[in-house]
């Protein structure tokens, strides 16, 4: 059991060890220049910011990602117990049918809310 630690602590190690080298590395050949204040900007074209200095954005899109991300996850359980679909029997199917389910009425939910319309 020590030997798959020593594998494991030998990894992290390893990890370590080139993760410092590549921030080594960029420190010693990093540019050492001082920038001007123009340069760094937000804004580079040289124009002065009109209005607010934040953005109004829609909150359907944060919508539209979240939705994305619950598909994206249902494909990630799926996956798998389709590949075990044959040796897995009945209750895994049934589990399987109660998940999508869920995720159907989530979808219903969202729909009926409006959550996919572009406005």
Not at 74 to 94: D, H, I
Request: net charge neutral; hydrophobic share 55%.
């Amino acid at each position: 059991m020590l030997k798959d630690f020593g594998i494991i602590g030998i990894f992290v190690l390893g990890g370590l060890f080139f993760t410092g080298a590549a921030l080594l590395t960029n420190w010693i050949i990093r540019p050492k220049e001082h920038h001007n204040e123009n340069a760094t900007s937000t804004f580079e074209c040289g124009l002065d910011t009109r209005g607010p200095t934040w953005v109004q954005f829609r909150i359907n899109y944060f919508l539209y990602a979240l939705i994305f991300v619950v598909f994206d996850i249902e494909t990630v359980f799926l996956y798998p117990w389709a590949v075990r679909f044959n040796s897995l029997g009945v209750f895994a199917l049934v589990e399987m049918i109660i998940f999508i389910a869920i995720l159907a009425l989530g979808l219903w939910y969202a729909w009926k809310k409006g959550a996919l319309e572009w406005k």
